[in-house]
């Protein structure tokens, strides 16, 4: 008899744990478990702001696949998914196609520019390691032509990030500290650079309490990064955005957009039932009236009853939904109940730079400065060893003192 095929499309934060406890749960008779991936690597999404900054390198956020994942416990295959074909239990890849009994989606998100004119075009996203390397890499060809181009403009320095949500504000923490470092290599006065933060809220991070949201902003600005609030962006030039309602251009060499992500466009490809761009998932992660597939990770949002509002996606929840969807395939292999997911938001830590963060925790804890930058060393050390285990905690754990 053929076994049943688990197909799990995706290796980040969702997919490659929903893998590894396949492998831990599933004896090798009860099911085979295939892992499609666009690289041979997982990227750790939650470091992708210090790799485009520059202060880690793309290898120190990259994680081979074949190191976490036994190759003869679960195929791997290296491909691009293009569509989920569900009618027809197949997935169409880019140079091939696989056939599924069941199938977990965890192919994650990507920027949305809100179709914010010229922003595709002109502006940089942090989205996978090559896109944040680019970053990076542009951010010190500016300055490494600074002084040898007679003709260089003034606002070429400028580092200019649109979104002062969590991605923008941890950019921007990682800047204020590249940017002295890079002005010491390449001889530029610090005053010549500005790192400009524009936010169209009235607030930054506005998740966070007051007092923490104020010691982000006085950290921040105290370190030379300047913060417009209640300044939407309209549109993006090649020069830079155009902000507000008086239309000011604000010019830089730089231009990043961290106003938001959106699922993956696969989901919309393969006419996927969306809300939002994602798929409203039932309370055991599966899609509604479907079942053997399985969404999660931000491909999906899950129901927050008490809020009465979907969870925030982040990779906290994806791991967790991944442990309740390998106990909900081994249950479906069995013949056993499906279990309803329940998040325990273990809280939310915001790092400003290497040495410095805000965080709440445990239920409304407040920490900040030195002590929240080590406990955002913690809980990223902590998702690899969930998902690695302590070789990998390591092997490319956050060891080194500020
Ligand atoms: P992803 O991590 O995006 O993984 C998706 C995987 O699918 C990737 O390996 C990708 O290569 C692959 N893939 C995509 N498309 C295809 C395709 N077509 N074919 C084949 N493979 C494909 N959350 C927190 O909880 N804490 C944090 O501190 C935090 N910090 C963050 C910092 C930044 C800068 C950003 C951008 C996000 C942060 N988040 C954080 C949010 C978190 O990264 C996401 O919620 C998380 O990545 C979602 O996990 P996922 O597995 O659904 O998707
Ligand atoms: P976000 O949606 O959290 O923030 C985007 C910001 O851009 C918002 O503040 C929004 O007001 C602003 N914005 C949108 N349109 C604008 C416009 N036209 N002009 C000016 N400002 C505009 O998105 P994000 O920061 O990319 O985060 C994405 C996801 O990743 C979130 O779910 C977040 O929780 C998660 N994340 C978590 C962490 C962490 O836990 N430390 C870090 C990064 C990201």
């Given at each position: 008899?053929?076994?049943?095929?688990?197909?799990?499309?995706?290796?980040?934060?969702?997919g490659l744990?929903?893998?590894?406890?396949?492998?831990?749960?599933?004896?090798?008779?009860q099911?085979?478990?295939?892992?499609?991936n666009?690289?041979?690597?997982?990227?750790?999404?939650?470091?992708?702001h210090e790799?485009?900054?520059?202060?880690?390198?793309?290898?120190?956020a990259?994680?081979?696949?074949s190191?976490?994942?036994n190759?003869?416990?679960?195929?791997?295959?290296?491909d691009?998914?293009?569509?989920?074909?569900?009618d027809?239990?197949?997935?169409?890849?880019?140079?091939?196609?696989?056939?599924?009994?069941?199938?977990?989606?965890?192919?994650?998100?990507k920027?949305?520019d809100?179709g914010?004119?010229?922003?595709?075009?002109n502006?940089?996203?942090?989205?996978d390691?090559?896109s944040?390397?680019?970053?990076?890499?542009?951010i010190?060809?500016?300055?490494?032509k600074?002084?040898?181009?007679?003709?260089?403009?003034?606002?070429s320095?400028?580092?200019?990030?649109?979104?002062?949500g969590?991605t923008g504000?941890?950019?921007?923490?990682?800047?204020?500290?590249?940017?002295?470092?890079?002005c010491?290599?390449?001889?530029?006065?610090?005053?010549?650079?500005?790192i400009?933060?524009?936010?169209?809220?009235?607030?930054i991070?506005?998740?966070?309490?007051k007092?923490?949201?104020?010691?982000?902003?006085?950290?921040?600005e105290?370190?030379g990064?300047?913060?417009?609030?209640?300044?939407?962006?309209?549109?993006?030039?090649?020069?830079?955005?155009?902000v507000g309602?008086?239309?000011?251009l604000?010019?830089?060499?730089t231009?990043?957009?961290?106003?938001?992500?959106?699922?993956?466009?696969?989901?919309?490809?393969?006419?996927?039932?969306?809300?939002?761009?994602?798929?409203?998932?039932?309370?055991?992660?599966?899609?509604?009236?479907?079942?053997?597939?399985?969404?999660?990770?931000?491909c999906?949002?899950?129901?927050?009853?008490?809020?009465d509002?979907?969870?925030?996606?982040?990779?906290q929840?994806?791991?967790?939904?991944?442990?309740v969807?390998a106990a909900n395939?081994?249950?479906l292999?069995?013949?056993?109940?499906?279990?309803?997911?329940?998040f325990?938001?273990?809280?939310?830590v915001?790092?400003?730079?290497?040495?410095?963060?805000?965080?709440?925790?445990?239920?409304n804890?407040?920490?900040?400065?030195?002590r929240?930058?080590?406990?955002?060393?913690?809980?990223?050390n902590?998702?690899?060893y969930?998902?690695?285990?302590?070789?990998?905690v390591?092997?490319?754990?956050?060891?080194?003192?500020?």
């Open positions: 008899l053929n076994k049943p095929k688990i197909v799990v499309l995706g290796a980040g934060y969702a744990t929903t893998t590894k406890r396949l492998i831990q749960k599933l004896s090798p008779e099911a085979e478990i295939v892992l499609v666009k690289h041979n690597y997982h990227y750790e999404a939650t470091w992708l790799v485009a900054a520059g202060t880690i390198t793309p290898n120190d990259r994680v081979m696949i190191d976490v994942i190759p003869n416990k679960a195929r791997l295959i290296y691009s998914v293009v569509e989920i074909k569900k027809e239990k197949r997935v169409v890849l880019e140079n091939s196609e696989i056939t599924y009994d069941y199938l977990v989606v965890a192919l994650g998100w920027s949305n809100f914010i004119k010229g922003m595709a075009e502006a940089f996203a942090i989205e390691i090559d944040s390397r680019l970053i990076s890499e542009h010190e060809y500016q300055f490494a600074f002084n040898s181009d007679e003709q260089a403009e003034d606002d320095l400028n580092i200019l990030i649109g979104g002062a969590f504000i941890e950019f921007v923490g990682e800047l204020a500290e590249k940017v002295p470092a890079l010491k290599k390449y001889d530029i006065d610090r005053s010549k650079v500005r400009i933060n524009v936010e169209a809220a009235p607030s991070l506005p998740m966070f309490d007092d923490l949201v104020d010691y982000a902003k006085k950290s921040l105290d370190r990064v300047e913060i417009k609030i209640g300044a939407a962006i309209s549109e993006c030039t090649p020069e830079g955005f155009i309602e008086d239309n000011e604000i010019k830089a060499g231009v990043v957009w961290t106003g938001g992500v959106k699922g993956s466009p696969v989901l919309g490809d393969s006419g996927f039932e969306l809300t939002k761009g994602k798929v409203n998932v039932d309370s055991d992660l599966r899609m509604p009236g479907e079942e053997n597939i399985f969404v999660i990770g931000d999906s949002w899950v129901w927050n009853k008490e809020a509002r979907p969870y925030p996606p982040t990779a929840l994806a791991m967790q939904e991944a442990d969807v395939l081994e249950a292999l069995t013949n056993q109940p499906l279990k309803d997911f329940v325990d938001d273990k809280g939310t915001a790092s400003l730079g290497q040495s410095d963060g805000i965080g709440s925790i445990f239920s804890y407040k920490l900040s400065g030195k929240a930058a080590v406990m955002k060393k913690v809980v990223d902590r998702s690899l969930l998902m690695g285990g302590v070789k990998l390591l092997k490319k754990g956050k060891m080194r003192p500020f």
